[in-house]
């Protein structure tokens, strides 16, 4: 079957077969191979992706149904070389050792964000539920995704990655102290 | 010269590793695409004991995208080659031989008997479905105690036994101590208990995987591995390849715990037959294959008894293991429980210790390293243990501790078992422990709800605990028989521009090593941070390394930086001296500069560096280079230790669990980057409790493993865990010159015996004296109605799968 996606900002048309994976269409055919799979059984949400601005595990999501959406992956969130927010707070609170999950985890966090702008530890830890991490014990990636939120402009979600310059600019920039 | 640099170590700098992790560019082995590349596809034995009576791979030959089957005697000779294993624990031990694909026999569920080579991995699995294996069951033998009966089914008949081996210690006989047996007369308390380790799976988030390429000058594999270094040469070795032909690079590697501490037939299959074929070739591995096949950890029997004075002074400890191998030995696997023998006696002072394991084999998934490593099974038995006594003494099992532990002024202090260790200060870490949990608040608390018989019981779970880190050193190494020994490598590149690139054989898989080990450098050399690059992982850039396992990337490698780092100071010091005309006595260096004592002389190491670079003004007979190596091999181990303190509620009329705090203070001597210690020790507390609350790997009686998915085998979630509060007192180890001591599996040994002791502890006034790891609500409320330890035979259901989803919602 022939199906057209636009992933960050890019529209591929392409032939697949009926089985394929969303995940592996992403990986194998358009070489986006910062969504990662963890699992076979859709437990870890390590392939977490935006379909048309909401979080999915695209492992369990067929290519032919994306047809004609929008994705967003991780490696479409920073803009311009800043980082999403969510994603410039992950490297500020240390939440995440060896990243494998990261990417499937900053995806699900942008999304929980969008539906509860201001969330409690106990709304980030049931919002997260469906995402393993084995390196971190999640208390850092809980801590990320509540600075994150101040952050952000309220609601903003998947959106924010189009942020404003002004709020950009106080928030950019790696690897310093 | 130079301002004074605020000094990096001891920064809670981020982490140069973050940034391609968050933005998706992230170097995973399964992302490595080659040109022509095949897939691979492993057909696995659904039984657990059976004779393969044939293989029929002609219909499988023929299918679509198809370039390749093959079986064990297709892979001749390469597969008459068995697996390695690095750790021969007694001259006399048994070792079956692993073949990369079973030929005529498969001992466990899930052991590889035929590959596929096609274009897509979809298509070599579909092509699995084609190959024809006829069977004949075998008996099945399952548990340690049901294998070392005396008409057990043998595993491997030709070994004549299931027992692989049996290691004993006694301080007596090593002459570090007075025999248990003499000293058991004297008590006048002895307590005996059993526990179980149950078997467990490191789970790292990234699946295995390899790709082989044999196209260039040498075989290149990159490989999901903890051990680059250790794999080249142990899978030249095996299968009979020049290991100068062999170049293995781990690129990002998602995990380990010990899990990738190994060399897989995957691997050694994906060499040969990405040399038959002329091709690349990848193999992937699923989730549900990595449950099955990689290895598991832990699952030991240990018989424990203690004996002691009245007034809590312990006399002596005997523990005598049975720790199940499974169907092989793995690379170090059978050196796993010998690890723990040197730390049964923890942080205590005790004259007597007896420790006696057997090694035994079973038709499951073999084990071996799983984060500590013998270490975590050794702690929990021992604090155990020591609540036990307190219990029996009616003393605070604190005071118990207080009483037996090495005082600080008695550093070092050689322990029973012979080591020594160099420093430590218990007192200090229990002190602030106490104060951030409010030890006395909390004991108050929980007699009030005992006396008001409160539904919701409040338990104090408290784990006082050493570890050894740091292996080497390779001479103590030799003396266990260990096959390698433990030092590592480190090189450091001066660059013409005066930047610098620092190589370490000690592979990271998420500890943040390319983070501390700048620090280091930066402090060394005086370069900024961030003008420093850490290559690690590939044995052609970093051509000599024992790699990352048991703590010991910093206590090693780190220090191999900071020889290396002198070296290139000496040679910096002899060109500052010539290119100022002075003597090098004349000279200091600080903050990256040589300066001229007594004057406003200086040169900065980067105009050392393309002053040598030129080599148009050097030393005579100065060799135009300012790198170095070194290779450290350190004298001693580092002995990490801290205290941690659990409050558990349990709901005593549904056995739910809620951890209502948890706080530790760990002393891991000077802390490089206190942001990555603490990190490291939030994933190891989330390992830890998951042990004590969540996760086993069972095995039904037909040898399936029924968790195999992670919708079976329970995992924490952020939901399923609380908030730590996690502090540090500062010991600096004093056999290395950085102070530091290690702290990858500090939070993993520390928390499972606080866990269970809080729960015990809440439940004690019920009779209750164990209760079986998992501590599943079913297992929980059992042991509540009978008032005693919930044993084994109510928990095989109960444990890993459905019984321990209920107990997911009861520790948040």
């Given at each position: 079957?022939?199906?057209?996606?636009?992933?960050?900002?890019?529209?591929?048309?392409?032939?697949?077969?009926?089985?394929?994976?969303?995940?592996?269409?992403?990986?194998?055919?358009?070489?986006?191979v910062g969504t990662v799979v963890g699992c076979d059984t859709s437990n870890c949400g390590a392939c977490t992706?935006?379909?048309?601005?909401?979080?999915?595990?695209?492992?369990?999501?067929?290519?032919?149904?994306?047809?004609?959406?929008?994705?967003?992956?991780?490696?479409?969130?920073?803009?311009?070389?800043?980082?999403?927010?969510?994603?410039?707070?992950?490297?500020?609170?240390?939440?995440?050792?060896?990243?494998?999950?990261?990417?499937?985890?900053?995806?699900?966090?942008?999304?929980?964000?969008?539906?509860?702008?201001?969330?409690?530890?106990?709304?980030?830890?049931?919002?997260?539920?469906?995402?393993?991490?084995?390196?971190?014990?999640?208390?850092?990636?809980?801590?990320?995704?509540?600075?994150?939120?101040?952050?952000?402009?309220?609601?903003?979600?998947?959106?924010?990655?189009?942020?404003?310059?002004?709020?950009?600019?106080?928030?950019?920039?790696?690897?310093?102290? | 010269?130079?301002?004074?640099?605020?000094?990096?170590?001891?920064?809670?700098?981020?982490?140069?590793?973050?940034?391609?992790?968050?933005?998706?560019?992230?170097?995973?082995?399964?992302?490595?695409?080659?040109?022509?590349?095949?897939?691979?596809?492993?057909?696995?034995?659904?039984?657990?004991?059976?004779?393969?009576?044939?293989?029929?791979?002609?219909?499988?030959?023929?299918?679509?995208?198809?370039?390749?089957?093959?079986?064990?005697?297709?892979?001749?000779?390469?597969?008459?080659?068995?697996?390695?294993?690095?750790?021969?624990?007694?001259?006399?031990?048994?070792?079956?031989?692993?073949?990369?694909?079973?030929?005529?026999?498969?001992?466990?569920?899930?052991?590889?008997?035929?590959?596929?080579?096609?274009?897509?991995?979809?298509?070599?699995?579909?092509?699995?479905?084609?190959?024809?294996?006829?069977?004949?069951?075998?008996?099945?033998?399952?548990?340690?105690?049901?294998?070392?009966?005396?008409?057990?089914?043998?595993?491997?008949?030709?070994?004549?036994?299931?027992?692989?081996?049996?290691?004993?210690?006694?301080?007596?006989?090593?002459?570090?101590?007075?025999?248990?047996?003499?000293?058991?007369?004297?008590?006048?308390?002895?307590?005996?208990?059993?526990?179980?380790?149950?078997?467990?799976?490191?789970?790292?988030?990234?699946p295995r995987a390899c790709v082989v390429d044999p196209t260039g000058t040498q075989l290149t594999m990159w490989?999901?591995?903890?051990?680059?270094?250790?794999?080249?040469?142990?899978?030249?070795?095996?299968?009979?390849?020049?290991?100068?032909?062999?170049?293995?690079?781990a690129p990002d590697v998602g995990g380990g715990f010990g899990g990738k501490i190994a060399v897989l037939p995957?691997?050694?299959?994906?060499?040969?037959?990405?040399?038959?074929?002329?091709?690349?070739?990848?193999?992937?591995?699923?989730?549900?294959?990595?449950?099955?096949?990689?290895?598991?950890?832990?699952?030991?029997?240990?018989?424990?008894?203690?004996?002691?004075?009245?007034?809590?002074?312990?006399?002596?400890?005997?523990?005598?293991?049975?720790?199940?191998?499974?169907?092989?030995?793995?690379?170090?696997?059978?050196?796993?429980?010998?690890?723990?023998?040197?730390?049964?006696?923890?942080?205590?002072?005790?004259?007597?210790?007896?420790?006696?394991?057997?090694?035994?084999?079973?038709?499951?998934?073999?084990?071996?390293?799983?984060?500590?490593?013998?270490?975590?099974?050794?702690?929990?038995?021992?604090?155990?243990?020591?609540?036990?006594?307190?219990?029996?003494?009616?003393?605070?099992?604190?005071?118990?501790?207080?009483?037996?532990?090495?005082?600080?002024?008695?550093?070092?202090?050689?322990?029973?078992?012979?080591?020594?260790?160099?420093?430590?200060?218990?007192?200090?870490?229990?002190?602030?422990?106490?104060?951030?949990?409010?030890?006395?608040?909390?004991?108050?608390?929980?007699?009030?709800?005992?006396?008001?018989?409160?539904?919701?019981?409040?338990?104090?779970?408290?784990?006082?605990?050493?570890?050894?880190?740091?292996?080497?050193?390779?001479?103590?190494?030799?003396?266990?028989?260990?096959?390698?020994?433990?030092?590592?490598?480190?090189?450091?590149?001066?660059?013409?521009?005066?930047?610098?690139?620092?190589?370490?054989?000690?592979?990271?898989?998420?500890?943040?090593?390319?983070?501390?080990?700048?620090?280091?450098?930066?402090?060394?050399?005086?370069?900024?941070?961030?003008?420093?690059?850490?290559?690690?992982?590939?044995?052609?850039?970093?051509?000599?390394?024992?790699?990352?396992?048991?703590?010991?990337?910093?206590?090693?490698?780190?220090?191999?930086?900071?020889?290396?780092?002198?070296?290139?100071?000496?040679?910096?010091?002899?060109?500052?001296?010539?290119?100022?005309?002075?003597?090098?006595?004349?000279?200091?260096?600080?903050?990256?500069?040589?300066?001229?004592?007594?004057?406003?002389?200086?040169?900065?190491?980067?105009?050392?560096?393309?002053?040598?670079?030129?080599?148009?003004?050097?030393?005579?007979?100065?060799?135009?280079?300012?790198?170095?190596?070194?290779?450290?091999?350190?004298?001693?181990?580092?002995?990490?230790?801290?205290?941690?303190?659990?409050?558990?509620?349990?709901?005593?009329?549904?056995?739910?669990?809620?951890?209502?705090?948890?706080?530790?203070?760990?002393?891991?001597?000077?802390?490089?980057?206190?942001?990555?210690?603490?990190?490291?020790?939030?994933?190891?507390?989330?390992?830890?409790?998951?042990?004590?609350?969540?996760?086993?790997?069972?095995?039904?009686?037909?040898?399936?493993?029924?968790?195999?998915?992670?919708?079976?085998?329970?995992?924490?979630?952020?939901?399923?865990?609380?908030?730590?509060?996690?502090?540090?007192?500062?010991?600096?180890?004093?056999?290395?010159?950085?102070?530091?001591?290690?702290?990858?599996?500090?939070?993993?040994?520390?928390?499972?015996?606080?866990?269970?002791?809080?729960?015990?502890?809440?439940?004690?006034?019920?009779?209750?004296?164990?209760?079986?790891?998992?501590?599943?609500?079913?297992?929980?409320?059992?042991?509540?109605?009978?008032?005693?330890?919930?044993?084994?035979?109510?928990?095989?259901?109960?444990?890993?799968?459905?019984?321990?989803?209920?107990?997911?919602?009861?520790?948040?």
């Amino acid at each position: 079957m022939r199906i057209t996606v636009t992933v960050d900002g890019t529209k591929y048309s392409d032939e697949v077969e009926p089985r394929t994976l969303l995940v592996h269409h992403l990986r194998e055919r358009l070489g986006k191979v910062g969504t990662v799979v963890g699992c076979d059984t859709s437990n870890c949400g390590a392939c977490t992706v935006h379909l048309d601005g909401h979080s999915v595990k695209s492992c369990s999501v067929l290519a032919v149904q994306a047809d004609g959406c929008e994705i967003t992956t991780i490696e479409g969130l920073a803009r311009e070389g800043k980082l999403h927010p969510v994603q410039q707070a992950f490297h500020d609170n240390h939440a995440l050792q060896c990243g494998f999950c990261t990417p499937g985890m900053i995806m699900q966090s942008i999304d929980l964000l969008a539906d509860n702008p201001d969330p409690d530890e106990k709304a980030v830890r049931e919002g997260l539920e469906g995402n393993l991490c084995r390196c971190t014990g999640y208390q850092n990636i809980v801590r990320a995704v509540r600075d994150a939120a101040h952050h952000m402009r309220p609601g903003a979600g998947p959106e924010a990655e189009r942020m404003s310059s002004q709020e950009s600019a106080s928030h950019v920039g790696i690897g310093g102290e | 010269m130079t301002a004074t640099i605020e000094p990096e170590v001891g920064k809670s700098r981020r982490r140069k590793e973050d940034e391609r992790l968050i933005t998706g560019r992230t170097r995973w082995t399964d992302n490595l695409t080659l040109p022509g590349m095949l897939h691979l596809a492993v057909l696995r034995s659904p039984h657990a004991h059976a004779k393969i009576v044939s293989v029929d791979t002609s219909a499988a030959k023929d299918q679509a995208g198809v370039v390749a089957v093959y079986t064990a005697t297709d892979l001749d000779p390469a597969s008459e080659v068995g697996m390695p294993c690095a750790w021969p624990i007694t001259p006399d031990m048994k070792s079956p031989r692993r073949p990369m694909l079973a030929a005529t026999q498969v001992n466990f569920a899930g052991e590889g008997v035929a590959v596929v080579a096609a274009r897509t991995a979809a298509e070599a699995h579909d092509a699995l479905e084609y190959i024809d294996v006829e069977y004949e069951e075998l008996p099945v033998v399952l548990g340690l105690e049901t294998a070392l009966a005396e008409d057990a089914t043998l595993v491997h008949e030709e070994l004549g036994t299931n027992t692989s081996a049996v290691w004993v210690f006694d301080s007596g006989e090593a002459g570090t101590g007075a025999s248990f047996a003499e000293t058991a007369g004297d008590a006048e308390v002895t307590l005996t208990r059993r526990f179980r380790q149950q078997r467990l799976v490191p789970a790292f988030m990234e699946p295995r995987a390899c790709v082989v390429d044999p196209t260039g000058t040498q075989l290149t594999m990159w490989s999901s591995t903890q051990i680059p270094h250790i794999l080249k040469t142990m899978a030249a070795l095996t299968l009979g390849l020049p290991e100068h032909k062999v170049r293995v690079i781990a690129p990002d590697v998602g995990g380990g715990f010990g899990g990738k501490i190994a060399v897989l037939p995957e691997e050694t299959m994906a060499l040969v037959v990405a040399q038959k074929l002329g091709k690349p070739v990848k193999w992937n591995e699923t989730r549900s294959e990595s449950l099955l096949t990689a290895h598991h950890g832990r699952d030991q029997i240990q018989d424990i008894t203690i004996t002691a004075k009245r007034d809590g002074t312990v006399l002596g400890l005997k523990a005598d293991l049975k720790a199940d191998m499974g169907a092989y030995l793995g690379l170090v696997g059978p050196g796993v429980p010998i690890l723990g023998a040197f730390m049964f006696n923890a942080i205590y002072k005790f004259p007597a210790y007896h420790f006696a394991c057997t090694n035994v084999f079973t038709n499951t998934t073999l084990t071996d390293a799983y984060r500590g490593a013998g270490r975590p099974e050794a702690t929990f038995a021992i604090e155990r243990i020591m609540d036990e006594l307190a219990a029996e003494l009616g003393m605070d099992p604190l005071e118990l501790r207080e009483k037996n532990w090495i005082k600080h002024e008695e550093f070092p202090f050689t322990t029973v078992c012979g080591l020594t260790y160099d420093s430590g200060n218990y007192e200090a870490a229990t002190e602030k422990a106490k104060q951030l949990f409010d030890y006395d608040g909390l004991r108050r608390e929980q007699a009030e709800r005992r006396a008001s018989g409160d539904p919701i019981q409040l338990g104090i779970g408290i784990s006082t605990f050493t570890e050894m880190c740091g292996l080497a050193p390779s001479r103590v190494l030799g003396s266990l028989d260990y096959g390698a020994g433990g030092w590592e490598h480190a090189a450091i590149r001066v660059l013409p521009t005066g930047k610098v690139e620092v190589v370490t054989g000690a592979s990271a898989h998420g500890q943040g090593h390319e983070t501390a080990w700048s620090q280091i450098v930066a402090d060394q050399l005086g370069v900024p941070f961030e003008d420093i690059e850490i290559l690690h992982g590939d044995t052609q850039s970093s051509h000599k390394g024992m790699d990352t396992y048991g703590s010991r990337s910093l206590v090693v490698g780190g220090i191999a930086v900071v020889k290396a780092a002198e070296k290139v100071i000496a040679k910096a010091k002899t060109v500052a001296a010539h290119l100022m005309e002075c003597a090098e006595d004349d000279l200091e260096f600080t903050g990256g500069s040589f300066g001229v004592k007594g004057t406003d002389k200086a040169t900065s190491i980067q105009d050392i560096a393309f002053a040598v670079f030129s080599s148009h003004n050097l030393p005579d007979g100065f060799e135009p280079t300012l790198d170095s190596e070194a290779t450290f091999d350190p004298e001693n181990f580092s002995f990490p230790h801290g205290t941690h303190l659990c409050a558990a509620e349990v709901d005593t009329e549904t056995g739910r669990i809620t951890l209502r705090s948890y706080v530790c203070v760990d002393d891991v001597g000077v802390a490089v980057n206190p942001l990555i210690v603490e990190g490291q020790v939030h994933g190891g507390l989330a390992q830890g409790i998951a042990q004590a609350l969540f996760e086993e790997a069972v095995f039904d009686e037909s040898g399936t493993l029924t968790t195999g998915t992670f919708a079976d085998y329970l995992l924490p979630s952020a939901a399923d865990l609380p908030s730590f509060t996690t502090d540090r007192t500062e010991t600096p180890s004093t056999t290395n010159p950085l102070g530091a001591k290690g702290v990858g599996e500090a939070g993993t040994i520390a928390s499972t015996p606080a866990v269970v002791n809080a729960v015990v502890d809440a439940l004690r006034h019920f009779g209750v004296t164990d209760i079986e790891m998992p501590m599943t609500p079913m297992r929980v409320w059992h042991a509540i109605q009978h008032g005693t330890k919930a044993a084994g035979d109510i928990g095989s259901e109960a444990g890993g799968g459905l019984g321990s989803i209920d107990a997911s919602g009861g520790a948040q």
